[in-house]
């Protein structure tokens, strides 16, 4: 067990749709990065987050947004969702930046 | 930008015996960290060891070993007295460090390691 967690494990939802990922990073870390996992793309960073303020943008489509809240978890929001969309969304945090990290079990997100 | 090659999509290997996984990687920066993860049928993501680029010794956690080779940009990791466990995705990951910025692991396509009896 990282101390990462993520919720909901498994999503499944329709195109068009908006869906909220939730992430808690282990305690003391704060900062908390979004990576998308699919079959295709391998492992792509989506957006990071250290202490409530964004910090790095990767591949994130406009389509997506997150925000780390005061009590430092994460949340990522995915609307007008696509097929392609379906994938793992991991949360990964980190006592500082540029640190090892540690991530949660991930989100299975299917679009049908 | 910097990359992470891994170029053997998939290794075997029997109970027992010792494997290594190559990975290469290119930067221009030379504060950095190395990691390889591990990700098993579970998908969970999990840190199996961690390299210091300012750090010349190899790392070594039990049974896990990396050779670093920092002028080569060489970051191999050694598996001794493998067992069926160890079965799993293997990423090799870069991450620079001192980047106030911030910064994000940038990860190689991974190398399926199978295990067998």
């Known amino acids: 067990d990282s101390g990462v967690t993520q919720t909901p494990k498994h999503l499944i939802t329709a195109t068009g749709q908006r869906v909220t990922l939730r992430c808690s990073p282990r305690?003391?870390?704060?900062?908390v990065y979004w990576y998308q996992q699919s079959l295709d793309q391998g492992l792509q960073f989506l957006i990071q987050?250290?202490?409530?303020?964004?910090?790095a943008k990767g591949n994130i489509l406009e389509r997506f947004s997150a925000q780390q809240f005061p009590d430092l978890h994460s949340e990522l929001n995915l609307s007008s969702l696509e097929l392609g969309d379906s994938a793992l969304y991991f949360c990964?945090?980190?006592?500082?930046?540029?640190?090892?990290?540690?991530f949660g079990p991930g989100t299975r997100l299917t679009v049908t | 930008a910097q990359t992470v090659t891994q170029s053997q999509p998939e290794m075997s290997v029997q109970e027992a015996e010792t494997v290594t996984l190559s990975c290469t990687y290119d930067t221009s920066e030379s504060d950095y960290y190395l990691f390889w993860y591990k990700q098993p049928p579970s998908r969970q993501m999990i840190l199996v060891i961690r390299q210091e680029a300012y750090k010349q010794q190899n790392a070594t956690e039990n049974r896990f070993s990396v050779n670093f080779q920092k002028a080569a940009k060489s970051f191999s990791l050694k598996i001794s007295d493998s067992q069926l466990g160890d079965a799993a995705m293997y990423f090799c990951a870069y991450i620079e460090r001192g980047n106030q910025a911030g910064t994000a692991l940038i990860f190689g396509k991974g190398t399926t390691l199978s295990v067998s009896s």
């Open positions: 987050y250290y202490n409530g303020e964004e910090r």
């Open positions: 305690s003391g870390d704060l900062s």
């Open positions: 990964a945090s980190s006592v500082r930046q540029g640190w090892e990290q540690y």
